[in-house]
Structure formats: structure tokens, C-alpha cells
């Protein structure tokens, strides 16, 4: 039986799609400043990758859908109440991307940085939830605005723009975005291999009421594993969307996902600010994924997976790029749906 909470939280999100699809097919005689951030950023993200490319997301474009299981680990039910987050199983489908809005990139492409993992959990009244992770530990921007500064400033730094370019100057009076860009990303050998972070915080209630904030993590049991330099300058463009099928076809892939708990210093509404290594962390289970799903690209154009789409046992944070991401996903997703 369904709560109340996800009743309302279902018909919320439904609501959300369906209205900022109509509002910006209504939005076409706007001029560009003038829209809502969230429809600008997916403009620019759009314009970046020389879209629009019809039945695609604006960001995250290129993926492989798989399918497997979660099994909670006994210390989960400590942080929250959170119906996947008990004893039983549950049904997962994992969504892993190459980034940017185009669909052809090579996966080894600078440019295709930083990996994606969507993972929704379906639940035994018929529900879900999601988590929707990236493969670098932070964020380039704190806020929509500042994010939407930067993909300005990438668009406009053409080979002919002036010196110092856009880029350039916005990377000078932002840290953390010149932080963000020059992060180590090398290429993994598979998207098993390849560990994940959730950039935002949430807030985790459980059973008995106590409450925590943290920031997903999403490893492999076996250990991450990355091309060489030569290796990745020679790797086929589909490398990684043609080598998961083969790995899984010989055994599962398994992930532990667990939480890094925020000390009561750390910023919760900052997904710029990385959090020390040592902050104590919760492991909340096993994902094991067994096999591609073979209907992917229906499911890939249909689904829009949603950070806010929550249960009980946790809550979103007052970060605002993470309130802004469920309005920017539907922009995206009312696009692909309608072409």
C-alpha cells in the first residue's frame, strides 16, 4: 500500500513534468535571458553539444541501461526508515552515461567526463526512488546561476574568442569550478570498475527519529580500474557501452553504496565543498547488476530519473543546485518526449 507521502510525492513530480513542459513550449518568444535559469542551462548544455538530438537528454546523452538487484546491509536501517533500506531486496534499474547532451561521443572523450549512474529502486508498494550519482567527488557550482555562468562562458570561448577568453576569466573568479575542471578524470576500464559520489546531501531520519546528513557513495567491491594513457588514446569510441554487456554475460558487478556522514561543521547546501576523507561513512548495501536490458533505449527515452524523488526516511537538503535539478530534468525530459 502506498503512504500518504509517496502518494503526494508521486503526484508532485507528475505535476512538475507537466507543467514545466507546458510553461517553456510557451517560452519560444521569450528572449533567452529572460527565461527561468533551469530552461537556460538547458539551452546552453543543448547548444554545447551541437543539439537539439532528437529523443536525447540535454546532458548525459549516451548510456547503457542494466538491470539487477540491491540487498540492504544490516547497518542501513541505523541512518533511515527507508522502505528499500530494510531487510528485503529490491529491484534495481542502473543507468550508467557518458556526460554531455551528445549521444555519439567516444567514451573515452575528455569531454565525456564525468561518467553517470542513475539507479532506481523499485519498491514492493509500486513506488521508487532514485539516486543519481557523478564520477568526481564535487561540483562545479554552488548554485544554478553560477553553474549556468560557467556553460556561458564555455559557449562562448570559441578558438577566435579574445584573450584572456570567457572561460578563462570566469575559472579565475571561481575556484571551484577551476578546481572542478582540473580534477584527475581518467578513463575507466569499465563502468563496473568506476566509483561514484553523490554531490548533494540528503537528510536521513530513522525509525527511532534521529537524523543525519550525508552524501551518497557508490564503489565497486572489486576495486576501481582505469585505462593507461595509451590504452585510452587507443580505445574504440563505444568501448565502455560495448564491454559491460560481455562483463556481465561472464558474472554480475557488484557495488557497495554506503553514505558519508556530515560532521556538524560541514556544508550540506554546498555541493562545491568536498567533505574530508575521514567523515565516518554507513554502508547501506550490495548492488549486484546482472544484464542489459535489452529494451534500454525505450526505457532510456521514457524515464526521467529525479534525486527528489524520495521516500520516507529521507529528505532533501536546502542545496540549491539540488532543488533546481528535478526543473531542469523536466525541461529536458517534456523535450525528448514531444520529439
Known amino acids: 500500500m502506498k503512504t500518504k507521502n509517496s502518494l503526494i510525492k508521486s503526484f508532485a513530480l507528475?505535476?512538475?513534468?507537466?507543467?514545466?513542459?507546458?510553461?517553456?513550449?510557451?517560452?519560444?518568444?521569450?528572449?533567452?535571458?529572460?527565461?527561468?535559469?533551469?530552461?537556460?542551462?538547458?539551452?546552453?548544455?543543448?547548444?554545447?553539444?551541437?543539439?537539439?538530438?532528437?529523443?536525447?537528454?540535454?546532458?548525459?546523452?549516451?548510456?547503457?541501461?542494466?538491470?539487477?538487484?540491491?540487498?540492504?546491509?544490516?547497518?542501513?536501517?541505523?541512518?533511515?526508515?527507508?522502505?528499500?533500506?530494510?531487510?528485503?531486496?529490491?529491484?534495481?534499474?542502473?543507468?550508467?552515461?557518458?556526460?554531455?547532451?551528445?549521444?555519439?561521443?567516444?567514451?573515452?572523450?575528455?569531454?565525456?567526463f564525468p561518467k553517470g549512474i542513475a539507479i532506481r529502486f523499485q519498491l514492493p508498494d509500486a513506488t521508487y526512488t532514485d539516486i543519481v550519482s557523478i564520477s568526481t567527488n564535487g561540483f562545479p557550482a554552488a548554485t544554478p546561476e553560477d553553474f549556468l555562468g560557467l556553460l556561458n562562458a564555455i559557449a562562448a570561448s570559441g578558438p577566435?574568442?579574445?584573450?584572456?577568453?570567457?572561460?578563462?576569466?570566469?575559472?579565475?573568479?571561481?575556484?571551484?569550478?577551476?578546481?572542478?575542471?582540473?580534477?584527475?578524470?581518467?578513463?575507466?576500464?569499465?563502468?563496473?570498475?568506476?566509483?561514484?559520489?553523490?554531490?548533494?546531501?540528503?537528510?536521513?531520519?530513522?525509525?527511532?527519529?534521529?537524523?543525519?546528513?550525508?552524501?551518497?557513495?557508490?564503489?565497486?567491491?572489486?576495486?576501481?580500474?582505469?585505462?593507461?594513457?595509451?590504452?585510452?588514446?587507443?580505445?574504440?569510441?563505444?568501448y565502455l557501452i560495448d564491454e559491460l554487456p560481455v562483463r556481465l554475460s561472464k558474472a554480475p558487478a557488484k557495488f557497495k553504496i554506503s553514505v558519508q556522514l556530515a560532521d556538524k561543521d560541514d556544508a550540506v547546501n554546498d555541493p562545491t565543498v568536498v567533505w574530508p576523507e575521514t567523515r565516518k561513512q554507513v554502508e547501506l548495501g550490495t548492488l549486484t547488476l546482472k544484464n542489459v536490458d535489452a529494451n534500454g533505449l525505450a526505457f532510456e527515452k521514457a524515464t526521467m530519473f529525479n534525486p527528489l524523488n524520495l521516500v520516507d526516511g529521507i529528505e532533501e537538503s536546502d542545496d540549491p543546485i539540488l532543488l533546481a535539478r528535478p526543473a531542469a530534468y523536466a525541461v529536458s525530459y517534456g523535450r525528448r518526449l514531444g520529439q
Open 14 to 112: 507528475t505535476a512538475l513534468v507537466l507543467s514545466i513542459s507546458n510553461a517553456y513550449a510557451e517560452n519560444a518568444s521569450i528572449a533567452e535571458g529572460d527565461k527561468p535559469v533551469v530552461e537556460q542551462i538547458v539551452n546552453t548544455l543543448t547548444k554545447l553539444s551541437g543539439g537539439p538530438h532528437k529523443g536525447y537528454r540535454a546532458n548525459h546523452a549516451k548510456g547503457i541501461v542494466v538491470q539487477g538487484e540491491f540487498i540492504p546491509a544490516k547497518s542501513a536501517a541505523s541512518l533511515s526508515s527507508a522502505a528499500h533500506l530494510q531487510a528485503k531486496a529490491s529491484a534495481v534499474t542502473v543507468r550508467f552515461s557518458d556526460a554531455t547532451g551528445l549521444p555519439t561521443i567516444p567514451d573515452a572523450d575528455g569531454n565525456s
Open 160 to 238: 577566435n574568442a579574445a584573450k584572456p577568453t570567457p572561460i578563462e576569466q570566469f575559472l579565475g573568479s571561481h575556484p571551484a569550478a577551476l578546481s572542478f575542471v582540473q580534477m584527475p578524470k581518467p578513463a575507466p576500464v569499465s563502468f563496473a570498475t568506476e566509483a561514484f559520489y553523490g554531490v548533494n546531501a540528503f537528510k536521513f531520519t530513522n525509525a527511532q527519529g534521529a537524523t543525519q546528513y550525508g552524501r551518497y557513495r557508490i564503489t565497486p567491491i572489486n576495486g576501481t580500474e582505469f585505462l593507461t594513457k595509451e590504452q585510452t588514446a587507443n580505445a574504440a569510441p563505444n
